[in-house]
């Protein structure tokens, strides 16, 4: 009797559970405990006010210390941190490769 009611509460936890992942769609998750709480989440964006330092590389677009390198400048010299980089591009759609420079 012990054991039927465990199993019992297992598969209602695992059902409860597998409604809460179903209710994820798109670059919008949302997740409902009865809060009506939304999460969103946006790819390949850089919120203006965010503070950004080092190299950050999203798909094919660099940004170094927050600025937008554009496609094809082969060496950086950043305002923030005096730091000199090298970018090899790849082709379209292949990204690029970017290393600090001694």
Same mark, same amino acid.
């Given at each position: ?24 769609? /798109? +670059?919008?998750?949302?997740?409902? =405990?009865?809060?009506? !709480?939304?999460?969103? !989440? ?5 919120? *203006?006010? +965010? ?5 950050? &590389?999203? !798909?094919? #677009?660099? $940004?170094? #210390? %927050?600025? @937008?390198?554009?496609? /094809? &400048?082969?060496? $950086? +010299?950043?305002?923030?941190? *005096?730091?000199? $980089?090298?970018?090899? =591009? %790849? @082709?379209?759609?292949? %990204?690029?490769?970017?290393?600090? *420079?001694?």
């Amino acid at each position: 009797m012990k054991v039927s009611a465990a199993l019992f509460l297992l598969m209602v936890s695992l059902v409860a559970i597998g409604q809460m992942a179903s209710s994820c769609s /798109g +670059a919008g998750v949302t997740l409902d =405990w009865g809060s009506h !709480n939304t999460v969103a !989440n946006t790819s390949g964006e850089i919120d *203006k006010d +965010a503070a950004v330092e080092g190299v950050l &590389v999203i !798909n094919d #677009d660099v $940004y170094i #210390d %927050g600025v @937008k390198i554009d496609r /094809g &400048v082969s060496e $950086y +010299a950043s305002r923030k941190t *005096k730091k000199t $980089y090298s970018i090899r =591009w %790849g @082709k379209k759609g292949e %990204g690029a490769s970017v290393t600090e *420079k001694d």
